[in-house]
T-cell receptor, first 112, second 114 residues
Framework: GDSVTQMEGPVTLSEEAFLTINCTYT??????LFWYVQYPGEGLQLLLK?????DKGSNKGFEATYRKETTSFHLEKGSVQVSDSAVYFC???????????FGTGTSLTVIP | DTAVSQTPKYLVTQMGNDKSIKCEQN?????MYWYKQDSKKFLKIMFS???????INETVPNRFSPKSPDKAHLNLHINSLELGDSAVYFC?????????????FGPGTRLTVT
């Protein structure tokens, strides 16, 4: 069945460091891919998405590219800030139906 | 304007009690969900309703019963609460049909069973 695997955390970085959070997926067909972010004490909110191969999603300095050949959707940011400290979830949905498959989440802490 | 709202935000109760969590969305979405997030942040789908009809019912104890009085509301009732039910419960909604459509999440309800 469809699934998402993302790197385990926690991840701790210094401010202005480069961030990569790995995400790979297993799916039949052509799913859409998402990154959600959960700030402390809040619900999940969409960070970015990509709906087809080679699409790049971007928002708030974060980017992820839909790579069909490697079944990956890695999240990157060139210079993290303390305010980026949160839990990040990779997710996919098949383009039929409304089922979402979430990864296990990666906790990021950015220290000044 | 809160898109997806949940009440209460915190719920502390004793084992064996029955409790409900309410969810409302004002986005005009047809599909609503309940998720359970454990202490390790793992997110598990519990139920999904499309226009008041149950479409996803994962392996969840019968003590959990969702109720959708209309497509803007999806409530979660839990009978005979157990210690293992302690978690954060999230409601979410999305458009229905051929997507992809993102899900919009509520702020969560932290349930603590003592």
């Amino acid at each position: 069945g469809d699934s998402v695997t993302q790197m385990e955390g926690p991840v701790t970085l210094s401010e202005e460091a480069f961030l990569t959070i790995n995400c790979t997926y297993t799916a039949t067909g052509y799913p859409s891919l998402f990154w959600y972010v959960q700030y402390p004490g809040e619900g999940l909110q969409l960070l970015l998405k990509a709906t087809k191969a080679d699409d790049k999603g971007s928002n708030k300095g974060f980017e992820a590219t839909y790579r069909k050949e490697t079944t990956s959707f890695h999240l990157e940011k060139g210079s993290v800030q303390v305010s980026d400290s949160a839990v990040y979830f990779c997710a996919l949905t098949p383009n039929t139906g409304n089922q979402f498959y979430f990864g296990t989440g990666t906790s990021l802490t950015v220290i000044p | 304007d809160t898109a997806v709202s949940q009440t209460p935000k915190y719920l502390v109760t004793q084992m064996g009690n029955d409790k409900s969590i309410k969810c409302e969305q004002n986005l005009g979405h047809d599909t609503m969900y309940w998720y359970k997030q454990d202490s390790k942040k793992f997110l598990k789908i519990m139920f999904s309703y499309n226009n008041k009809e149950l479409i996803i019912n994962e392996t969840v104890p019968n003590r959990f019963s969702p109720k959708s009085p209309d497509k803007a509301h999806l409530n979660l009732h839990i009978n005979s609460l157990e210690l293992g039910d302690s978690a954060v419960y999230f409601c979410a909604s999305s458009q229905a049909g051929t997507g992809p459509y993102e899900q919009y999440f509520g702020p969560g309800t932290r349930l603590t069973v003592t």
